[in-house]
T-cell receptor, first 112, second 113 residues
Framework: GENVEQHPSTLSVQEGDSAVIKCTYS??????FPWYKQELGKGPQLIID?????GEKKDQRIAVTLNKTAKHFSLHITETQPEDSAVYFC???????????FGKGTRLSVIA | NAGVTQTPKFQVLKTGQSMTLQCAQD?????MSWYRQDPGMGLRLIHY???????DQGEVPNGYNVSRSTTEDFPLRLLSAAPSQTSVYFC????????????FGSGTQLSVL
């Protein structure tokens, strides 16, 4: 089955700097890759997703890039703010028709 | 609009006790799933349902039962609780595809002593 590896497990950045979280997947059939943000005491919330027919997708300060050949995808957050502090999860699925397989998460801390 | 509602928020059980974690959604979503979250382990799928009367196992189904008698409700049953089931449990729902655009509840923190 699919296996998703996520790095780093923790990340600290200064406010205003950029943050990058990377994930690799094992199943070349996977073609749907979402990212979820989990704030303290809450459930995860979808923040951005990408399909394999697209190499990059942006939404304001957040972007996701995908390298199908290398089977890895990354989350980029620019101009980080304290409210970006949270745990971020990457995940993979085949066309969204199979249950998501999640990475182990990255705890991002933005230091003011 | 309540979204996905989980009850209780906290629960403490003794080893061997049984209980049911409740999950309800009011968005008319076809797909519902249960995940457990453990430190350093991410989110692991326990069971999921693609519609009323249809359930399937996920990555870590042992010790848990589910049923889906209505579109709205998807309870998770622990038959005989074990300390290894101490975790935070999340219910999620989605519309259209089982692995796409999940809406999560706020979680149930379960401790088994």
């Amino acid at each position: 089955g699919e296996n998703v590896e996520q790095h780093p497990s923790t990340l600290s950045v200064q406010e205003g700097d950029s943050a990058v979280i990377k994930c690799t997947y094992s199943d070349s059939a996977s073609n749907y890759f979402p990212w979820y943000k989990q704030e303290l005491g809450k459930g995860p919330q979808l923040i951005i997703d990408i399909r394999s027919n697209v190499g990059e997708k942006k939404d304001q300060r957040i972007a996701v890039t995908l390298n199908k050949t290398a089977k890895h995808f990354s989350l980029h957050i620019t101009e980080t703010q304290p409210e970006d502090s949270a745990v971020y999860f990457c995940a993979a699925s085949y066309q969204g028709n199979t249950p998501l397989v999640f990475g182990k998460g990255t705890r991002l801390s933005v230091i003011a | 609009n309540a979204g996905v509602t989980q009850t209780p928020k906290f629960q403490v059980l003794k080893t061997g006790q049984s209980m049911t974690l409740q999950c309800a959604q009011d968005m008319n979503h076809e797909y519902m799933s249960w995940y457990r979250q453990d430190p350093g382990m991410g989110l692991r799928l326990i069971h999921y349902s693609v519609g009323a009367g249809i359930t399937d196992q996920g990555e870590v189904p042992n010790g848990y039962n589910v049923s889906r008698s209505t579109t709205e409700d998807f309870p998770l049953r622990l038959l005989s609780a074990a300390p290894s089931q101490t975790s935070v449990y999340f219910c999620a729902s989605s519309y259209g595809r089982v692995g796409e655009k999940l809406f999560f509840g706020s979680g149930t923190q379960l401790s088994v002593l």
